[in-house]
């Protein structure tokens, strides 16, 4: 109980842009690996707080990788990780979860085997009463009231997808953290989801999606970058990186 | 009719304990990752401290029973978890089995050290005396108390799973660990809060059953044994099939008590005792195959040099030579002691194939061991070394028939199935006073011993104890450098990179299922060779030498030397021998033995390596102080990135070449090219 009041005191993230002058995520020549194998060679990364943050980049890459070193659950090898301008590369995920740092990892970011309600109810760590997240969650996403006793992994991919957006969003994140939630499905629904996380990043949440549906994201994105083997190639408005990306490699469908 | 409704009443009750002691190995199990050996141990320790209060100290049943079971266990729960379990989070499954069998190795020794097992200890049920009757039968209150706490157990740990803050985070922990972090949430809450309800449900069993089968330390600790074949019907994570599975058993012991002819048929006396392993045995036939995970989060900390030929012949040597000065100066106990060290040091080394490099846990070695020297003594009027060459054979196919149902499942369940074979060897195969097989009538120990003759070698006259000590050294060595070969050869490869990565393995085309069946055959017969020396040092053999508990803390100390290399067999060996030399010194420390190699195996958790590796690492940095030129240590082991590992591995698609599609597998499955 203690730790978690103190933890706010000390430090969770602002979501209001204008509060924040400093970039709400910098990475600064970050290297991680997995045993011997070096997977990212020194990132510079700037996220200024505010809007929606794309990062492509082809399989491999480390795109992953890089959110897991963001969220705390991969300790990098060198470097640094700044969130609103604190180093943070010590910090454990569940007080960077508490200080507003959300992830939703790649695959379904859901408990599949406890109902949608239970799985809301998991971020009551986080000292938000339930009835009100419940109320608030099933206003923004209908669709989740009408299935709020069924088991998540029972759901489609889509309806898994939209369950763990709606629990980030109700953990009051300042930072969103996504890693491929188009991952198995179909276009139209990426675009609703999207559409969802548009929605978000306009009630004032800084979101950082990685995305293989390049023009999905550029469509709504501030700002972009594409890593390729651990690096950073390229980074700019999301217009010019989509011009240097067509014809090339991601495969986007866009449609 | 009245016969029936009695016996499935006492099932009913049996039934209840084993699915209260089953529930809670299943919930640590499932919440923690950790799958405790020790469960049947807390609960002994738990009943033995009911007992101290109660009835040595006269307390009031209920002022004991909710001390025990609602204060003292949990605190103990809390107190593993956070001092040991805690940390073994990424260690491999079978650092994680040695650490619990540490613990339960450990409280043995305790309890049989504070409580002398000499002395009886009447330990009378709830009420005892009183009855109700139910239709016609009569049935006692404890009886009836023990059914109703195995309902409450049921009904609580629903309750508590499904309606509570702790419950849902305790499954959301099982569904996934990290997504938990992300949360917020905080795992380690949730699994300490595991382990104390683990304990107090272990202890509670213990307290129920204890009327029932006396209080004495090893039976209550091996009720582990029932209580798991119950929760592997649970397939180790539903809580409604352990409930199941501890009826099923329960009842069909019950019905087998009832119905066979047990007291007329001499050999069927023990058969009802062997009823929770006949059906973990067949729960592991039908137990549907387990999908292989690439990267399961397991990052070996295990680690060991590739033998050179050159170091083992100097090994060698060094080991012969301390064995030829030791034999004129030893004393008969110490010398003795020293025999039987490098006996048992025999028997350890089958575990460095198996478990140092192929990374499979078996729990059963002295059982081989049992069984080679069983058909040794059988086998050989005069001590032929023909006679090694049976036991070794035997030994081999009993352990490939124990390892066929679990091959093709998770070590855990291969090192589950060895727990099973040992106790039945002990519980019935052993105490049979014959058996007959293919017409050839073959003695066992019944309720005596085997005599047995010492293995002849020309020229050398081994009824002298201490030449059959340099005897000994001498077949160690062999049997050592054999190994050594093993691990030099492509299946010594083979087998680590089935340790490494099975799920790579697999991908490659890799039969794993021949290989783990060859490298547990092989290990079964190398403990039958070890069982057979064994027997002649003491030129007989009784049952008790080869009981399921001798192997806990012999796979305990040869991890603690370094299974991985067979010199860590060796310190392994030299420690037994120590332990046991000192336990003849005195009384003390023969009563509480076991406690050492618990304390050792409690150490493993840290030091996962033993401490062979260390020694060595030592030794080499000492030359090298020297100015001596040393090459750098030639390491060979994947414990991290194994996908890149295994490419270059010579074993790929068998044949060292790797063909077109194989490679596109690779490429695709563990994304080492881009774009
Ligand atoms: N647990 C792991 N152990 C070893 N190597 C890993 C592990 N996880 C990822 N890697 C390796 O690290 C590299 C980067 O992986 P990462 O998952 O970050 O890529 P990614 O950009 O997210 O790819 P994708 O678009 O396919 O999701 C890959 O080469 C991968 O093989
Ligand atoms: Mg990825």
Redesign the interface.
């Known amino acids: 109980m203690t730790d978690s009041a103190t933890m706010s005191v000390t430090g969770r993230l602002v979501p209001e842009p204008v509060l924040a002058p400093t970039p709400i995520l910098e990475l600064r020549d970050l290297h991680a690996s997995?045993?011997?194998?070096e997977v990212l060679h020194g990132m510079d990364m700037i996220v200024p707080a505010g809007g929606i943050f794309a990062v492509l980049g082809?399989?491999?890459?480390g795109k992953s990788t890089m959110l897991r070193v963001v969220?705390?659950?991969h300790a990098p090898s060198g470097g640094s990780v700044l969130l609103g301008g604190r180093d943070v590369v010590r910090a454990?995920?569940?007080e960077l979860?508490?200080r507003g740092v959300?992830?939703i990892?790649e695959g379904r970011?859901?408990?599949?085997?406890?109902t949608v309600e239970?799985n809301l109810?998991?971020?009551?760590?986080?000292g938000a009463s339930m009835s009100e997240i419940e109320q608030r969650t099933y206003e923004q996403f209908p669709r989740l009231a009408e299935r709020r006793k069924q088991l998540a992994g029972t759901m489609s991919g889509g309806e898994q997808q939209m369950l763990a957006l709606a629990?980030a969003v109700a953990?009051k994140p300042g930072l969103l953290l996504i890693d491929e939630l188009s991952m198995g499905l179909a276009p139209k629904i990426v675009e609703t989801l999207y559409e969802l996380v548009a929605q978000i990043a306009q009630d004032g949440v800084t979101v950082v999606a990685v995305e293989q549906f390049a023009r999905t994201i550029l469509g709504i994105a501030s700002s972009a970058v594409v890593v390729?083997?651990g690096r950073i190639v390229m980074a700019g408005g999301p217009h010019e990186v989509e011009s240097e990306l067509s014809g090339l490699?991601l495969g986007d469908t866009g449609a | 009719m009245q016969d029936l409704l009695a016996y499935t009443i006492f099932g009913l009750v049996t039934a209840s304990i084993y699915a209260i002691a089953a529930s809670g190995l299943v919930v640590t199990y499932t919440t923690s990752g950790v799958f405790n050996l020790a469960h049947g141990a807390i609960g002994m320790f738990g009943a033995f401290i009911y007992w101290q209060l109660r009835f040595s100290w006269g307390w009031p049943a209920w002022i004991a029973l909710l001390l025990v079971v609602f204060v003292l266990s949990p605190i103990f729960g809390c107190g593993l978890e956070k001092a040991l379990m805690r940390n073994l989070t990424d260690a491999t499954e079978a650092t994680k089995l040695a650490v619990t069998i540490g613990v339960l190795v450990a409280l043995v020794g305790a309890a049989t050290w504070i409580w002398d097992p000499n002395l009886s200890r009447p330990f009378a049920a709830f009420y005892q005396g009183n009855k109700v009757d139910i239709l016609g039968v009569p049935v006692t209150w404890d009886q009836l108390i023990t059914v109703g706490i195995g309902a409450l157990c049921a009904v609580g740990l629903r309750v508590l799973l499904y309606r509570t803050?702790i419950g849902?985070?305790m499954?959301?922990v099982?569904?996934?660990r990290?997504?938990?972090?992300?949360?917020?949430?905080?795992p380690d809450r949730a699994s300490m809060f595991s382990w104390a309800i683990g304990s107090m449900l272990a202890s509670l069993a213990g307290i129920l059953i204890a009327p029932y089968i006396q209080l004495s330390v090893v039976p209550l600790t091996l009720l582990v044994v029932n209580a798991y074949a119950a929760a592997v019907i649970g397939k180790l994570r539903s809580l409604p099939l352990t409930f199941l599975g501890a009826a099923i058993i329960g009842l069909l012991q019950s019905y087998a008590v009832g119905y066979l002819p047990t007291s007329t048929v001499q050999w069927m006396q023990h058969v009802p005792d062997t009823i929770p392993i006949l059906v973990l045995f067949v729960a592991l036939l039908v137990l549907p195959h387990q999908r292989l995970r690439g990267h399961t989060g397991r990052?070996g900390r295990e680690s060991f040099p590739v033998p050179t030929y050159k170091m083992a012949l100097i090994g060698s040597a060094v080991v012969v030579g301390l064995a030829c000065a030791l034999a004129p100066l030893l004393s008969t106990q110490p010398l003795f002691s020293m025999s039987s060290g490098l006996g048992l040091g025999i028997v350890g080394l089958s575990l460095v194939p198996l478990l140092g490099y192929g990374g499979q846990i078996s729990l059963c070695q002295m059982t081989f061991a049992g069984i080679g020297a069983v058909v040794y003594a059988h086998a050989t009027g005069g001590g032929s070394p023909l006679g090694l060459v049976v036991a070794f054979v035997v030994a081999a196919a009993v352990g490939a028939l124990t390892a066929l149902p679990a091959i093709r499942l998770r070590g855990l369940y291969l090192a589950l199935a060895t727990a099973a074979l040992a106790e039945f060897c002990d519980t019935f195969v052993f105490g049979l006073s014959s058996v007959t097989v293919f017409g050839h009538h073959i003695p066992l120990f019944g309720n005596g011993t085997l005599p047995a003759a010492r293995l002849q070698v020309p020229f050398v006259d081994v009824s002298n104890d201490r030449v059959y000590l340099v005897v000994l050294a001498v077949i160690f060595c062999a049997i050592g450098f054999g190994i050594v070969a093993l691990r030099r050869s492509r299946h010594g490869r083979v087998l680590l990179a089935m340790r490494e990565s099975p799920a790579a393995c697999a991908m490659l085309g890799l039969r794993l299922t021949t290989v783990k069946l060859a490298v547990f055959s092989l290990s079964a017969g190398i403990a039958g060779v070890g069982g057979a020396l064994l027997a002649g040092l003491s030129t007989q053999v009784a049952p008790d030498q080869f009981s399921f508990f001798q192997s806990l803390p012999l796979l305990l100390l040869m991890m603690a030397g370094g299974v991985g290399m067979v010199s860590g067999a060796f310190f392994g060996a030299l420690a037994l021998g120590l332990f046991s030399t000192l336990g003849t010194m005195s009384s003390l420390f023969s009563r509480g033995s076991s406690l050492l190699p618990g304390l050792v195996g409690i150490g493993l958790g840290s030091q996962p390596n033993g401490v062979a590796s260390d020694i060595g690492a030592g030794l080499s940095a000492l030359v090298r102080r020297r100015g001596a030129q040393v090459p750098a240590v030639e390491t060979d082991v994947v414990?991290?990135?194994w996908d890149?590992q295994c490419i270059e591995w010579e074993f790929l698609g068998m044949d060292g070449r790797i063909s077109r599609r194989e490679q596109q597998i690779l490429d695709d499955s563990l994304?080492?090219k881009?774009?």
């Open positions: 997995y045993g011997a194998i082809p399989n491999g890459a969220a705390g659950l454990r995920p569940d979860a508490r959300c992830l990892p970011g859901v408990f599949p085997n406890l239970e109810r998991l971020i009551g760590h986080l629990r953990t390729t083997t490699y | 803050r849902l985070d499954r959301a099982v569904d996934d990290a997504l938990v972090l992300l949360n917020g949430g905080r990052r414990t991290e990135g890149e994304g080492l881009v774009g």
